[in-house]
């Protein structure tokens, strides 16, 4: 069993940034391929941005790219996601997300379905 935590949320204002983190215990193993994902109010929870096992290859949803960095050190364990040039509209609860990987693959992940882990999430609110 793998427990993730996310931390670094809160509210600030359109243009700020903000570095969550993702910390995980447990049975884990640093094959572990991990995501972020956000529920906006009134939406469906939506996938933001995935990395591989090692951190070497990186996915990102289109609302967010070029402004959101998705980051790993494995040696400490924490996975990032620094949010720069924040909008209203990333106003949302974001979650950490993990499975299982393989060495031999950097395979990341994209849809919610397939994460087995999930953190209870932590809260962003930006203000225009």
């Known amino acids: 069993q793998v427990q993730l935590v996310e931390s670094g949320g809160g509210l600030v204002q359109a243009g700020d940034s903000l570095r969550l983190s993702c910390t995980f215990s447990g049975r884990t193993t640093s094959s572990f391929a991990m995501g972020w994902f956000r529920q906006g109010p009134g939406k469906e929870r939506e996938f933001v941005a995935a990395?591989?096992?090692?951190?070497?290859?990186?996915y990102y949803a289109d609302s967010v790219k070029g402004r959101f960095t998705i980051s790993r050190d494995n040696a400490k364990n924490p996975v990032y996601l620094q949010m720069n040039s924040l909008k209203p509209e990333d106003t949302a609860d974001y979650y950490c997300?993990?499975?299982?990987?393989?060495?031999?693959?950097?395979?990341?992940?994209?849809?919610?379905?397939?994460?087995?882990?999930w953190g209870q999430g932590t809260q962003v609110t930006v203000s225009s």
């Open positions: 997300a993990g499975r299982k990987s393989t060495f031999s693959s950097e395979t990341y992940y994209v849809s919610e379905h397939e994460y087995d882990s």
């Open positions: 990395i591989s096992w090692s951190g070497r290859v990186t």
